[in-house]
């Protein structure tokens, strides 16, 4: 039965709707797992960055992380473990934190390392 302006056109509109919604969802989707990529990545970084630094050069390490993601924010900062001094064996401990654009929002990774014995002068 025939409405008094009639269907003509209904199913058009619906479909465009329903289109619309499916674009969005899965371009919502692909996003997503383009946002976890980058995490992956920011991580892999870190992790190659507080090796570099573990062997005791902070600069390798910024540059290691900046040469695969010319856009991350890199952080290095080297301390001993429990925050204090520890002379008797000479460790630090690096913490190397990347901060990667991504897709929807900044993803963040952070690695840490104890470095390598370093001399220790008694």
Do not use: C, K, N, W
Not at 22 to 49: N, S
Not at 88 to 99: K, S
């Amino acid at each position: 039965m025939r409405g008094i302006y009639g269907d003509d056109g209904y199913v058009t509109v619906e479909a465009a709707i329903v289109f619309t919604a499916l674009t969005a969802v899965i371009g919502t989707v692909i996003a997503g797992v383009l946002t976890v990529a980058t995490y992956l990545g920011a991580v892999g970084m870190a992790r190659d960055g507080a090796r570099a630094a573990a062997l005791g050069d902070l600069a390798a390490a910024r540059s290691v992380v900046t040469e695969r993601e010319p856009d991350a924010l890199v952080t290095v900062t080297a301390g001993s473990p429990g925050g204090a001094p520890d002379s008797a064996t000479g460790h630090l401990v690096y913490r190397v934190h990347v901060t990667v654009p991504g897709r929807l929002f900044d993803v963040s990774a952070t690695a840490v390392i104890v470095g390598e014995p370093q001399d220790v002068q008694g």
